[in-house]
Structure formats: structure tokens, C-alpha cells
């Protein structure tokens, strides 16, 4: 796949069966979308394009970041992320558009001559049934439609009820993930959720009871982290090494009170340095709630059981 990160630097293609959108998550909604574009590029011969945008719109139209409004904009996936599932869905060219304030006021028109015909060379255009686009999102597939002729492009709406029939939103999955319910999440997304971080020093108290953990600072801020619990998880090093792994985000209750909230995975049957390091997390089930024990023995012992229940969680 071609990523374009620069509209002035995409190549004219005269023949692009195109779709557009935000896509956070890339879930099987969005699978849906994708899997329709590559059916219509594939019977005309010409690439499948993918235009999306980033940084998020909300983040550059909406509150500051410290805003609590902010909070429900936590992002399903990285722009890593983003890129690396359009890649696995075949599509053939990613344009990464810079979203500024100053491109949140093209018009709808400014918007299909300016980046649809000019940059890309649509041919063909595929939609999800509640696309917008345009200044205060006054475009949509009516307008579309009605001056297609004259843009002398094609589109196609992906029926609600094809998308609707398998149920899925992005604020479905962030509402499954706030409450630990990685089942629905992972079933709505079509793989398991991913968390990357770099391994930074902690209070290094695991060691001491035989079970050191990787404390991780996720590389993007806004990308949510799933409810206080404990997890079983894959762990993938920078390396590309795959290891068991259970992991806790909490304030550790055991260890103190008033304790900052932190990500610490132990990976299982692992020996070896993964300091400063990016380490990448999938989500494949939550064990249980984080709980407070009476003393390091009692959390010893339940570490133990967690290492069990991680085990065969994974199989």
C-alpha cells in the first residue's frame, strides 16, 4: 500500500475508486466499506483509495485537549495502527490528509473539486450511508448524487442496513473497553485490541515476589486504555518476539493508597531487559477485578492464579 501523507505529493489517477472517513478502529463496519471498495476497483481496473484524516477533527475543532469533553474522544487506534489494517484490507493507496481548521471550512464543492477530482482522480466513490464532508458537513451522498454527471464520478452508498446488520459503532467498542468487556469489543473490531508503549522503570516490587513486569507508557495519549483489571494478552518485544502475558492496569491497592494508575505486563516465560523499549499489547481476555490483598503473600498467590487463568485464556 502507498501512504501519501501530503496531498501535493499524490500521484493523479485518473481512474480511483475512492472512499473517505475517519475510519477509527478500522472495525467490521469499516471492513464492510473496504471490502466493497476493492470489489468495484477490482471490476474497473483502477486502485483502491482510501482518504482519511489526522489528526482527529474534534481535536483541532473542538475543546482543548485538557477539556473533559476530550474524553470521549479516545482514539481505538494509532495512525500506525490505522495504516497497518487498511494495509491488510487491500487497498492500494492511503492519503493522510492534514485536518487544520483551515481545511475544515473547504465547502463541500472546495471539497470534491480540490481533493476528490484535482488530487485523486476519482472515478468511482464509495460511501458509508451517514458520510458528511465539507464545511459543517453539508456534503453527503443526496448532494453527491444529484451532481455526480457533472463531476463525472460514480457513487454508491453502502446500504445502513449493511452496516447496521452487524451492530457495530466506534462508541460501541469504546463503551465495551471502558467497562473491560473485551469479548464484545474484539468481536465488534474483527481482531484483538492493541496498546503499544515503551517500557519504562517502575518501583520494580514484582521481582521481589517473582513476577517482574514491563510498566508501559502508551506512545499515543489519546488512545484509550481499557478498565482498571487484570488481562490475558499477547506481548509482541520490539524484536518481534510473542510471549503469554497478564497484564494489570490499576492503582495497585495492595501496594499503597492514592496511587497513580499504571500498565504493568508480565510476560510469561520471559527473562531479559526490555527497558526503553516499544512493547505491543493484544487484548484476548479480562480475568478478573483489580482487588486489594492482605499483604504481598496473599497477591503472590493470587498472581499465581492469574498466571493459570492467563494460560488458558490464551489456548
Known sequence: MHVIRDPAQFPFLANAVVTSGTFDG??????????RLREVAQASGGPAVVITYWPHPRLVLGPPPSHPELLELQLLNTLDERIEKLAQLGVDYLLIVPFTKEFAQWTSEEYIQNLLLKTVGTKQLVIGY???FGKNREGGFDYLSQHAARYGFTVEEIPRADVDAVGVSSTRIRQALRQGDIATANRYLGYQYPLTGTVVHGQKLGRTIGYPTANLVPTEPLKLVPARGIYAVWATTAAGTRHEAMLSIGVRPTIGNDLAQTIEVNLLDFTGD?????????????LRAEEKYDGLDALTAQLALDAENTRAALK
Open 26 to 35: 478500522v472495525h467490521v463496519g469499516h471492513q464492510r466499506i473496504m471490502a
Open 130 to 132: 451517514d458520510h458528511r
Open 274 to 286: 526490555l527497558y526503553d523499549q516499544l512493547l505491543t499489547l493484544e487484548f484476548v481476555a479480562w
